[in-house]
């Protein structure tokens, strides 16, 4: 089973930054969008962030302006640039990726990786 790999979370401070990585963990074919929800506790799971395989971009209303997605195609890697982070951004932050149905044999969730934003 090819699984999602993410690193990059953290402890923090208001107004710092941080970078998330994912990438699977074999080769996955067909990937028509990558992206980064989160989930804060108590509250559902958000899109953050999401890149097609075209280059679109499209972001939550909360981090427009100080969070970047970018993708490299060659690895399926993705990144998530976060700045100038607030507590609010604290969360549980999640890879996920966009297969066609017929893509067996991926977890298109990533296990989770904690941004805390806090003095």
């Known amino acids: 089973q090819v699984q999602l790999v993410e690193s990059g979370g953290g402890l923090v401070q208001p107004g710092g930054s941080l970078r998330l990585s994912c990438a699977p963990s074999?080769?996955?074919?067909?990937?028509?969008?990558m992206g980064w929800y989160r989930q804060a506790p108590g509250k559902q799971r958000e899109l953050v962030a999401r890149i097609t395989s075209g280059g679109s971009t499209n972001y939550a209303d909360s981090v427009k302006g100080r969070f970047t997605i970018s993708r490299v195609s060659g690895n399926n890697t993705v990144f998530l640039q976060m700045n100038s982070l607030k507590p609010e951004d604290t969360a549980v932050y999640y890879c996920?990726?966009?297969?066609?149905?017929?893509?067996?044999?991926?977890?298109?969730w990533g296990q989770g990786t904690q941004v805390t934003v806090s003095s």
């Open positions: 074999g080769s996955v074919f067909s990937i028509t969008a």
């Open positions: 996920n990726i966009l297969i066609p149905p017929w893509v067996k044999g991926v977890d298109n």
